[in-house]
């Protein structure tokens, strides 16, 4: 992609075909955290919290840095933000995205986000860029 | 509102760390891959670093924050928002230690959620070895009240 941004730009998505439940278990060791919403089906059946095992946080936030790092090479994050909207699910298909907002100088801010096929934008945020 | 009562008073309470956190190689590349991509060549580390490194080596654990605010971790505290100011890249075979604070926990009042508690904390990250930090991270956590709803 070149990099001559401007605001309007869509940034190229990243897509996780399938979230992978044994991540969340490696994820719970990164994370010094055996919180077993993450790690055991039951749990969260018996937590009125669905059927399935719930993707860590932090992990969704590592996807959109990943969209934003291959979109454009070379750059480094300076600063980002996203809230938490709504839970994500072993198997669920994602898409991150971003957009352009502003380029001033070497500092690229865009607006992005993650969605669950089906479901909806599960978070969002804004960060920007060195490039 | 105001039959609740306040939440407890914690804004500034410590959570400089004692751990050193090291970002090894095999790490790093093992959670790349966990999240679709290849480690960087040229010795960066992933920046999610940025919260696994706050999180696991601040002064204490989040069931341990959670307890400072009189909240029961087996209540499910929630993820709000999470925000990070980068001074520099995190590096691979680093060692790094932390430096916080609660920076408040906000009472409110949600028509989803009922009776909340709203905690912000922000974390710093500075080389083992000391000097500027590297990074300057704020996490906010919803803590429902369950035992204040009406």
Not at chain 1, 6 to 26: C, H, N, Q
Not at chain 2, 74 to 83: A, E, T
Not at chain 2, 116 to 124: A, N, S
Request: hydrophobic share 40%; aromatic share 6%; glycine share 10%.
């Amino acid at each position: 992609m070149s990099m001559n941004f401007k605001a309007g730009d869509e940034l190229t998505p990243f897509v996780i075909e399938s979230v992978s439940p044994d991540a969340m278990r490696d994820w719970s060791v990164f994370l010094a955290d055996p919180n077993p919403i993450h790690l055991d089906v039951e749990v969260v059946k018996a937590k009125g919290l669905g059927d399935k095992r719930i993707n860590q946080g932090p992990i969704n936030v590592a996807y959109m840095m990943n969209m934003l790092m291959a979109a454009v090479p070379g750059s480094r994050i300076e600063s980002m933000n996203s809230r938490f909207l709504d839970n994500v699910y072993e198997g669920d298909h994602l898409t991150a995205t971003g957009t352009v907002t502003s380029v001033d100088g070497n500092r690229l801010t865009c607006e992005i986000k993650l969605d669950v096929a089906g479901r909806g934008t599960v978070n969002s945020g804004v960060a920007t860029l060195i490039i | 509102m105001d039959d609740f009562p306040p939440a407890p008073d914690v804004a500034g309470t410590s959570l400089d760390g004692t751990k050193v956190f090291t970002i090894s190689a095999e790490e790093n590349a093992a959670l790349c891959r966990s999240t679709g991509v290849e480690p960087a060549a040229d010795g960066t580390a992933h920046p999610i670093y940025y919260y696994i490194a706050t999180q696991v080596a601040m002064g204490k654990t989040v069931a341990g924050v959670c307890e400072t605010c009189e909240f029961d971790v087996d209540d499910g505290p929630m993820m709000g928002s999470s925000g990070v100011k980068f001074a520099d890249p995190l590096m691979v075979g680093e060692s790094y230690k932390v430096t916080g604070e609660i920076v408040s926990l906000v009472r409110k009042q949600s028509r989803k959620l009922g009776v909340m508690d709203v905690l912000t904390y922000r974390l710093r990250l500075h080389p083992e070895a000391g000097g500027d930090a590297l990074l300057e991270t704020d996490n906010v956590w919803v803590l429902p009240r369950k035992e204040l709803a009406g």
